[in-house]
């Protein structure tokens, strides 16, 4: 078998497994959400504010946070007052279905409505693994550069939702919005693109609306959607 046929094989059964689980939790009333990022994005210090104001509005939610090493996002997000647990990956640069599935036996809170799951700091391998999501949510900062999505198609063009992260810094990094929203569109077409910043609080509210209103169904199919029945390997073609 070669190389391409295990990778495959591997994706093949993380599909099904991830089919199940989003099955049972569904039926338990739990919406996953997937947010997938590069280091640095700032999606812990953003997912620590949205934990917190659920709190606050008395919604069930819980988190699942993933590293390659140390308890460290685990003490943040608790802080929010939300269950959360760490998810060590020991060296793998991704979450799989089967991981998540494990920490999740015997600890979620029964009540809980969304689960958030932060994935591993990468945006390459975690955009070939279904975690059993029914939101996937793309997040970038505004100094990682405009062409971001354009190079890592496969992450952008399989997002329900796109995040903008550290909008306070827009103007000190030369963020072009314009140009990076456009770039978004040629990989996803019509996908969301929200602007936030956990330092002021913006776009908190509105990612915890989107994630609940997540249970009755995602609005968006992107081109390169997680799920249902499989993924999709090959990147989206270059718009000339």
């Not at 900062?141 to 354009?150: M, R």
């Not at 314009?178 to 509210?205: D, L, Q």
Request: proline share 7%; with cysteine.
């Amino acid at each position: 078998m070669c190389r391409s046929d295990v990778k495959q094989a591997v994706l093949a059964k993380n599909d099904d497994l991830a089919a199940d689980l989003r099955g049972d939790l569904a039926r338990q009333g739990v919406t996953v959400v997937n947010l997938l990022s590069s280091p640095g994005s700032g999606k812990t210090e953003l997912l620590g504010r949205v934990l917190a104001r659920a709190v606050e509005q008395g919604v069930p939610v819980a988190a699942l946070t993933a590293d390659l090493a140390t308890e460290n996002d685990a003490v943040r997000l608790a802080r929010s007052g939300a269950p959360v647990q760490q998810l060590l990956t020991d060296g793998l640069c991704h979450l799989e279905a089967r991981q998540v599935r494990a920490r999740l036996d015997g600890w979620l809170p029964p009540d809980t409505a969304v689960l958030f799951v932060e994935n591993v700091g990468n945006l390459v391998c975690p955009a070939a693994y279904d975690l059993g999501e029914t939101l996937r949510v793309v997040l970038m900062a505004v100094t990682e550069g405009e062409d971001k999505p354009l190079k890592y198609p496969t992450a952008f063009g399989s997002a329900h939702l796109v995040v903008i992260t550290k909008t306070d810094l827009a103007e000190p990094a030369g963020f072009d919005e314009a140009v990076f929203r456009a770039n978004v569109h040629r990989v996803n077409p019509g996908v969301e693109i929200v602007r936030s910043c956990a330092r002021t609080g913006a776009g908190v509210g509105t990612l915890l609306e989107r994630a609940l209103a997540a249970r009755n169904g995602v609005p968006h199919r992107p081109p390169l959607a997680p799920h249902p029945h499989g993924h999709h390997h090959t990147a989206p073609a270059p718009v000339a």
